[in-house]
Antibody
Framework: QVQLVESGGGVVQPGRSLRLSCAAS????????MHWVRQAPGKGLEWVAV????????YYADSVKGRFTISRDNSKNTLYLQMNSLRAEDTAIYYC?????????????WGLGTQVTVSS | QSALTQPPSASGSPGQSVTISCTGT?????????VSWYQQHPGKAPKLMIY???KRPSGVPDRFSGSKSGNTASLTVTGLQAEDEADYYC???????????FGTGTKVTVL
């Protein structure tokens, strides 16, 4: 069955970096677009970033552009999110989600999320 | 990248219907037929309920339906059941400049 498992979250000081991973299984990972979506405590969903099935194209939300980098390793069935210059407002649960075609925003499977807390 | 506008709350008695609106602009909701709706129960990951404005994934009850008119999309839940009580979010493709945007979210209460 399709599984997406995020890891790498934790507590980090402002200005520091963190790398999230999303391990995929149960489907042909290299044929799907992949997204990161986050949810701050008690708040709504926020789209963060997308990467094409082959890594050829990437897009970011304005709130993370220049600080976050999305990447993937199709040989390892793993999606990544490198987060630099972290701010308090980046505190959230980070979900990875798959999408048949990246632009559809049709997230049919989600991971359970990993908590990122940015605090001094 | 402004969030799509949804009413904060909606409610209905069991068996009744509720409709949630999702208002954007011609650059997102009005410009593309890539509007999706998600249901989220407390402490859980979101679940896809509607995609491409009005299509239902396998396993989603036909009590859930979607539509769009101009810059506003809507989700209607008919025959409300207790398990429908949750937060609901819309999302839309917003072109290559902004790419993706979610709605502000609506809490549906079954009275």
């Amino acid at each position: 069955q399709v599984q997406l498992v995020e890891s790498g979250g934790g507590v980090v000081q402002p200005g520091r970096s963190l790398r999230l991973s999303c391990a995929a299984s149960g489907f042909p990972f290299g044929t799907y677009g992949m997204h990161w979506v986050r949810q701050a405590p008690g708040k709504g969903l926020e789209w963060v970033a997308v990467i094409w099935y082959d890594g050829s194209d990437k897009y970011y939300a304005d709130s993370v552009k220049g600080r976050f980098t999305i990447s993937r390793d199709n040989s390892k069935n793993t999606l990544y999110l490198q987060m630099n210059s972290l701010r308090a407002e980046d505190t959230a649960i980070y979900y990875c989600a798959r999408c048949t075609h990246a632009w559809e925003l049709r997230f049919d499977y989600w991971g359970l999320g990993t908590q990122v807390t940015v605090s001094s | 990248q402004s969030a799509l506008t949804q009413p904060p709350s909606a409610s209905g008695s069991p068996g009744q219907s509720v409709t949630i609106s999702c208002t954007g602009t011609s650059s997102d909701v009005g410009g593309y037929n890539y509007v999706s709706w998600y249901q989220q129960h407390p402490g859980k990951a979101p679940k896809l309920m509607i995609y491409e404005v009005s299509k239902r994934p396998s396993g989603v009850p036909d009590r859930f339906s979607g539509s769009k008119s101009g810059n506003t999309a809507s989700l209607t839940v008919t025959g409300l059941q207790a398990e429908d009580e949750a937060d609901y979010y819309c999302s839309s493709y917003a072109g290559s400049n902004n790419f993706g945007v979610f709605g502000t979210g609506t809490k549906v209460t079954v009275l």
